[in-house]
């Protein structure tokens, strides 16, 4: 059959069209595009096929690339049933076709889902910042009704089962067997017509679910004017006005701007003229002094002082003359390369040499920082953001990333520090080294260069309290690794800012302590625990019977000098000190959710901390704790009897998919236990969820709503009873102190309340 060819970006079919052919793809690409997204099929999938049981098109197909097609009418059903009978071959191209486009379609709904589960959380969070402060500076609330009226989630979602189904369908119709099957047409006719069915139905929740999100969006942005940006700008215009502190709602109003650029938004609610208004009165507001590099004046002023700044930050560094010539001339070659993430192998040199070039030089302009004053911004925006130059970066990045350096919040607001303020920390004496990719601290490199004779002792000993030397240390162990790790594309890695790493908009993905601490409150609401330590007062040992006390250390963060799409845990713990804040390394700039970021993070610390409390008996199941129980449950799932046929079959399939990691799958269960089984939307097995259960406890304000679920009844029941025991042995602990007229410690009274968490919903 001849083929017919569609140019690139041609529309081949679109939604509500009569549906009357099936389009075979013999060479190209073609987007799918359905609500909320799209995705793409190539050679030998079938454009239609998804739709054959719809009398229109409810997709439509866009050629990617110059695209050629070969057409088969669909008069009928039983004429398709005909076509199949005579050529099976055409039978297997249509089912599998079918197969590998469901499969993207679930994907579809799952991004979907997950996608209005944030926005709906973004609403609550800016609603409830709204009221906080509305309350707090006796101002009226303007909170939209219709917020009352959206629901959590939506009920309809798509089947879990059928992504097992047709994935079990699509590795029979590809092994050898599937000749057998062909050679039933009514078999094959059957599954197409139940396939596209089924996935008729997933369009519906994809639609759906994207109304969702357009009902939410109404609430930020509505016609009547009478929404939510409108009230939170006016609250901030009134507080601005007052001297009064803000409490974070600029950097809520900054992810609304965002808003027109991401959903579509009625003409009708001037969402774009209303934001560029808010930008241009914000501008406005701010009065700095752009020569001392104390604020932002207009883009004009700055762009014109950021005019050169390769040179400036150069100057400022004082780098020999070969090593400034060679730098300068990467640059250039850079900025003029069309694609900066080529993976050719020139592209991929330059990257190399400009890594190399880039640690060299950041190193001499800290160290010039500590004895020259008066640093001009483009050099902090340099140490803050790896920015090099203002045409890589985008002119509009450039002014942004010239606003936020002149107006950085103080290191070490809830442990959250930028690269330069951490080498500031160590220089300082504050902090210490982090350890390198070998596990080895800065105590440990001074011990082995002693142990290998290549220092005496007197060396040793001003080595020991040699602060430069650990800023070198972290500059050489930490920076490189972490620098790359959270820009995440490693293979395309490069640490100077680039427009083209911008991947959203750059104040929306800026991390700031306010946006930590959010999502670490939104955190510590389901797991309260996650960064408490068992520790022992050894003044009061004989006072407290030894009892182990529960205290909290909150995560150092370090922002790495990039714009990145990965946050990692660096290290659970400082040095040897069990009771010390961990170590969490993210991108200054976030492309992705941080509050998942920072669960994923804290799942990590859950599984590495345990693994260090417990040493070397950390899998061993005579010992309980939440290692060994999980190492045993994944080690041993296909001999459990707790677990259904269709459980040990999605387990195997999530350890392919983890790479046989079982951190990687606690990991995963971690993510899934705060974001969904402590809200009662069950997506664990029992046996995984009695382990999150016991180990990463919920607060007692939480039991009322899981204790009429079946799934948790029991382990609630069971948590109580050893809560209460807790609480019992400490209450009488307690008394004793007060019969024998001993003062009864105020972390004492903290531990009973810590371990009475679980039993507030009872009493």
Known sequence: MPGIVIEKHKTICSCEQPMTTLYLISQGRVEVQCPGGSYQIRNGDVAGICEICSEIHFLTYTALEDTTLIPYPLTSLEALGNLMQVRPEIAKLFLLSLLRQFDAMLEQCSVSEVSSANLYRRLQTDCALYADLCERHKAPSRIPPEVEAIAPSLEDSCDEWLSRYYSALQRIYMGADAGVLLQEPGLSLGALRKGSLDLNKSYRVLEAQA????????????????????????????????????????????????????????????????????????????????????????????????EGSLETILDYAGLDGDKEAAFREHVVLYRDTKDKNSTDDECTRLRRKLTD???????????????????????RMFLYFGYVDEKLAGEDNAVALYRLASYMSEPGQMGVYTFYDWLLAIY?????????????????FVYLQ????????????????????????????????????????????CPLFTAENMLKDLRDSFVTPEKIESALNMLKKVDFSAFYRETIDYELAQVMNREPMHVEYLPDIILMPNAGIRGSLWQEIEGRKRNSPSRMILPAFYMESLDTAIVRMTGEFRWEMCKRIQSGRWNDVSEPSLTSEYFDYMQFYKKNTELSKDAKEKLQNSLVRAKNSFREMFVRDYITWIFYESSGSARMNKVARRILFLYCPLPASMDAGLEQNPMFSELLSRQRILSGQRVQKLSMLRQKLRNSNTPVPDYLEQEIAFASRKLEASQ
Not at 254 to 264: F, G, I, R
Not at 286 to 301: E, L, V
Not at 453 to 479: G, H, S
Request: charged share 25%; with cysteine.
């Open 357 to 379: 070039e880039f640690y060299l030089l950041y190193t001499e302009v800290f160290l010039r920082s500590l004895s020259v004053s008066g640093m001009p911004l483009p050099v």
């Open 211 to 306: 109304q969702y999100r357009s009902q939410i969006i109404d609430c930020y942005f509505n016609p009547s004017g009478n929404d939510l940006f409108d009230a939170m700008t006016k609250l901030y215009y009134r507080l601005r006005q007052e001297g009064q502190d803000t409490g974070g709602l600029y950097e809520s109003i900054s992810q609304m701007l965002c808003l027109p650029d991401e959903y579509e938004i009625p003409p009708e609610a001037q969402a774009e003229t209303r934001v560029e208004a808010f930008r241009r009165k914000e501008g406005a507001l701010q009065h700095p002094q752009a020569a001392t590099g104390s604020g932002d004046g207009s883009d004009a002023d700055i762009l014109q002082l950021l």
């Open 450 to 493: 002693k142990k290998k004779n290549n220092l005496t002792a007197a060396q040793v000993a001003e080595l020991e309290n040699d602060c430069m030397a650990k800023v070198r240390y972290e500059l050489e162990n930490l920076f490189p690794s972490a620098n790359k790790v959270t820009y995440g594309r490693v293979t395309t890695f």
């Open 428 to 444: 300082d004496g504050e902090k210490n080294p982090s350890r390198s990719e070998l596990d080895e601290d800065y105590d440990d």
